[in-house]
């Protein structure tokens, strides 16, 4: 399969590594929290059949660059890069925060022909805009001391991750990989803005749009998902039975591949 590794600038300057894998219409994949594109590389592999498919380091992580201040609109100007790179339109899939972000993107305008995304992780019970929670709050001052550990297990504990857990994976490789780019999480939380479910942003796209959601995820995670599919335009609703929010590639690809053959 051929693979090219290559360089887009983006709005600011900032470079912005990506990967293209196949030959067809072109798909971009946005990845979620302390990922780099390599976590993308198996889905990728999988679509690279019928697609020319764009994997890309976000900014802070793998072989991108990054510029202060942060803001969400740079990160959607790192998505328009790569965009235009494939050709100045393309479908998109987001995973997780990188669904969030795919859908900002869209909200904003971007040429994004079809668009899908899996459990992008808004809470139903908040609203749009609410207050960080306290968690939040310690892990960004973590990050302020550079104390990268730390907050990443603030964060990785927030999430459920049980502390005997934490505790072995310290000192491997993977911790090792995910500190690394631990800064961005607070890029991710800029992103979700809030973690309600943006209906009024989510009404305005009219990108045809594929919310999927595993049937063994969290019930306020599924119910987000069917939420944000009922705001959108031409929103539809997919559930994988038996996936979790970490979806299996094998499992996720054939209904990516039906999506954006359509």
């Not at 994949?29 to 690279?48: F, K, R």
Request: aromatic share 6%; net charge negative; hydrophobic share 40%.
């Amino acid at each position: 399969m051929s693979r090219t590794l290559s360089k887009a600038e983006s709005g600011d300057g900032t470079l912005i590594a990506y990967e293209q894998r196949g030959d067809g219409p072109p798909v971009v994949l946005v990845s979620g929290a302390l990922c780099t594109s390599a976590a993308e590389a198996p889905l990728a592999g999988l679509l690279a059949s019928r697609f020319s498919v764009f994997t890309y380091d976000r900014r802070g992580r793998g072989a991108s660059g990054d510029t202060a201040p942060y803001a969400v609109e740079r990160e959607i100007e790192d998505l328009a890069a790569v965009i235009g790179e494939a050709g100045g339109a393309a479908s998109v899939h987001g995973t997780s925060s990188g669904a969030a972000l795919a859908l900002r993107a869209a909200a904003a305008g971007l040429p994004i022909t079809q668009l899908s995304v899996y459990e992008p992780p808004y809470d139903p019970d908040e609203a749009p805009g609410a207050p960080p929670p306290p968690y939040e709050h310690r892990m960004r001052a973590l990050l302020a001391e550079n104390r990268r550990g730390e907050a990443l297990a603030v964060f990785l504990g927030e999430m459920g991750m049980p502390p005997e857990a934490l505790d072995a994976m310290r000192g491997t490789p993977m911790w090792t990989d995910v500190e690394a780019v631990a800064p961005t999480l607070v890029y991710d939380h800029e992103v979700m803005a809030g973690c309600g479910v943006p209906t009024a942003m989510l009404s305005g796209i009219g990108t045809r749009v594929m919310v999927v959601d595993g049937g063994m995820s969290p019930p306020f995670m599924r119910e987000a998902a069917r939420l944000a599919a009922q705001a959108l335009p031409r929103g539809r609703h997919r559930t994988l039975t038996g996936q979790t929010h970490e979806v299996a590639p094998h499992v996720l690809a054939p209904l990516l591949l039906e999506f954006f053959s359509a």
